[in-house]
């Protein structure tokens, strides 16, 4: 089943604590996505990578870090969360051609910082 | 810059009434526009998109680049349609991220 998969998919944890939320698609997708959704502020984009080793920074970079050594992977780090980092993370990917192609999104991580 | 508002929070209608979510948009060269909606306890899905100028779960949408809308309607709206809307724009090269709207919840009433 093509599919986009998150993990965890719920996390709490201490302010400080480095953690990694990752991603991984099975469609051969080029165009990979990090989104943070939160009330009154919708959907926005944190991080997005065009093809392997390629990223660049979305609307709200700041406190994040990805990495794209592989094509199916995207993961997400946060080297030391804070409580504004309080939010549920969806990952995305398209195909190649980067956000013109319709994006799948995964289930969503809901993190909890402390 | 990119920018997509869409203006209501909330839009509460009856079953069977007409629906029609708004969206503006602020780009300065040939946009692609989409519908993204999000069921409870489900993950993000394309409804539909400007380009393929098909009429999705009895949605439509027209871009209207006078007026930069993309507006959302339906004639007569169902239960199922409750979910959250999200408008979204990208720039017609790939290296233009996709920019989403704060979004609307649209509550149909039985």
């Known amino acids: 089943e093509a599919q986009v998969t998150q993990n965890p998919r719920y996390l709490i944890t201490v302010t400080g604590k480095k953690l990694t939320v990752t991603c991984s698609q099975n469609?051969?997708?080029?165009?990979m996505s990090w989104y943070r959704q939160d009330p009154g502020l919708g959907l926005r984009q944190i991080y997005y990578?065009?093809?392997?080793?390629?990223?660049d920074k979305g609307d709200v970079p700041e406190g994040y870090k990805v990495s794209r050594k592989e094509k199916r992977n995207f993961p997400l780090i946060l080297e030391s969360p804070s409580p504004n980092q309080t939010s549920l993370y969806f990952c995305?990917?398209?195909?190649?051609?980067?956000?013109?192609?319709?994006?799948?999104f995964g289930p969503g991580t809901r993190l909890t910082v402390t | 810059a990119q920018r997509v508002t869409q203006p209501e929070k909330l839009l509460s209608v009856f079953k069977g009434a007409p629906v029609e979510l708004k969206c503006n948009y602020s780009?300065?060269?040939?946009?692609?526009l989409f519908w993204y909606v999000q069921y409870s306890r489900q993950r993000l899905q394309l409804l539909l998109r400007?380009?393929s100028r098909e009429s999705i779960k009895g949605f439509t949408a027209d871009l209207n680049k006078g007026e930069t809308s993309f507006h959302l309607k339906k004639p007569f709206a169902q239960e199922e349609d409750s979910a959250m809307y999200y408008c979204?724009?990208?720039?017609?090269?790939?290296?233009?991220?996709?920019?989403f709207g704060k979004g609307t919840r649209l509550s149909v009433i039985a």
């Open positions: 995305a990917s398209s195909e190649v051609g980067g956000s013109s192609y319709e994006q799948y």
């Open positions: 469609m051969n997708h080029e165009y």
């Open positions: 990578s065009m093809n392997v080793e390629v990223t």
């Open positions: 780009y300065s060269g040939s946009p692609e």
């Open positions: 400007h380009i």
């Open positions: 979204a724009l990208s720039g017609n090269s790939g290296n233009t991220p996709l920019v």
